[in-house]
């Protein structure tokens, strides 16, 4: 099971960035995959996921209305694009696979596989 998060980087506080989770044919399977994040000294952080088959997402409230999550079946890879990017969205993003839903989605614990991460760092 591999999950690949990539699309990190140095962005100036107001920017876009778009980060991508491809997954191997196994995670597939899988019911929904999630983005989390995870700052120095904070704890991981829900920001929303996707469920492969009707499509519909979700995100947080801290990040609402900044957040879009979306899924390429033909690429097995899921996105989250941020916009508006602020300086407090400096963090590791990691994606993950969830195999069957779980109503405390939110929960890092409900997740089965996780990605290695992705370090966003957002400035003034």
């Known amino acids: 099971v591999q999950l690949q998060a990539s699309g990190g980087g140095l962005v100036q506080a107001g920017g876009s960035l778009r980060l991508s989770c491809a997954t191997s044919?196994?995670?597939?399977?899988?019911?929904?995959m999630g983005w989390f994040r995870q700052a120095p000294g904070k704890e991981r952080e829900f920001v929303g996921y996707?469920?492969?088959?009707?499509?519909?997402?979700l995100c947080a409230d801290s990040v609402k209305g900044r957040c879009t999550i979306s899924t390429d079946n033909a690429k097995s890879t899921v996105y989250l694009q941020m916009d508006s990017l602020k300086p407090e969205d400096t963090a590791v993003y990691f994606c993950?696979?969830?195999?069957?839903?779980?109503?405390?989605?939110?929960?890092?614990?409900?997740?089965?596989?996780w990605g290695q991460g992705t370090l966003v760092t957002v400035f003034q």
């Open positions: 044919r196994r995670t597939f399977s899988s019911y929904s």
């Open positions: 996707a469920k492969w088959n009707g499509g519909s997402t």
């Open positions: 993950a696979a969830q195999l069957v839903p779980a109503s405390l989605y939110y929960l890092s614990s409900s997740w089965h596989y």
